[in-house]
């Protein structure tokens, strides 16, 4: 596609619950990244993807989150037994390779009630 | 992780009159990005600066590339109403694949 794809783009779940956001990146970006941006604030990195491999997890805040990557595209997030302190907007990018200029979609607003 | 601090947090500036805003790092980057995001909207790249020194325009923006390679800051000249946003300063380390944000300077401009 011709930017980075998000979805959904608002999700209200409830505590406890598991949710799922996809993320499908630039048509021929190796290197996906998922970022966190609570309110207010600036952005949280949490996993790097090059490939369908993640060399970088150290951002994820605890084990209940989790994300994979496929074909070398489309990744999904997963949080799971989700908490309050989870709600923000969750944003994903893409880069054509390691190094380089990466290019951000609109996120996903993220509320757990 | 990298320390990145920017300031100022906030600013209100009336439309016609420049901006500047800066970050500082507490360790050396190879590379500096300004970005810009609307509210409910991913951030969009304004600026790239990939060489200590470097001094780069787009069109009413200029930003420059620390020598100390620790520090950018980013200019708005003769801001108008649609300048309103949150600007981030972004930098990343040399073999690391991590981008680091600074916390944001929320702008806005009064007509």
């Known amino acids: 596609g011709a930017g980075v794809s998000q979805s959904p783009s608002n999700k209200v779940t409830e505590k406890g619950k598991d949710v799922e956001l996809r993320c499908d990146p630039i048509?021929?970006?190796?290197?996906l990244y998922w970022y966190r941006q609570s309110l207010g604030q600036g952005l949280e990195f949490l996993i790097y993807?090059?490939?369908?491999?993640?060399?970088?997890k150290s951002g994820l805040p605890s084990d209940r989150f989790s994300a994979e990557r496929t074909g070398g595209s489309v990744s999904t997030l997963t949080i799971q037994r989700t908490q309050q302190e989870d709600s923000a907007v969750y944003l994903c990018?893409?880069?054509?390779?390691?190094?380089?200029?990466?290019?951000f979609g609109e996120g996903s607003w993220l509320t757990v009630v | 992780g990298q320390q990145l601090n920017q300031s100022p947090q906030s600013m209100f500036i009336q439309e016609g009159e420049d901006v500047s805003m800066n970050c500082t790092s507490s360790?050396?980057?190879?590379?500096w990005l300004w970005y810009k995001q609307d509210p409910g909207e991913g951030p969009v790249l304004l600026i790239a600066l990939y060489k200590a020194g470097e001094l780069t325009s787009n069109g009413r923006l200029t930003a420059q590339f620390g020598i100390t390679r620790k520090d950018s800051f980013l200019n708005i000249s003769a801001s108008i109403p649609s300048d309103v946003g949150i600007y981030f300063c972004a930098g990343q380390t040399i073999g690391a694949n991590n981008l680091f944000f600074g916390t944001g300077t929320r702008l806005t401009v009064i007509p």
């Open positions: 993807f090059q490939g369908n491999s993640a060399p970088d």
């Open positions: 360790s050396i980057f190879n590379t």
């Open positions: 990018a893409s880069s054509p390779r390691e190094g380089v200029t990466i290019y």
């Open positions: 048509s021929g970006h190796t290197a």
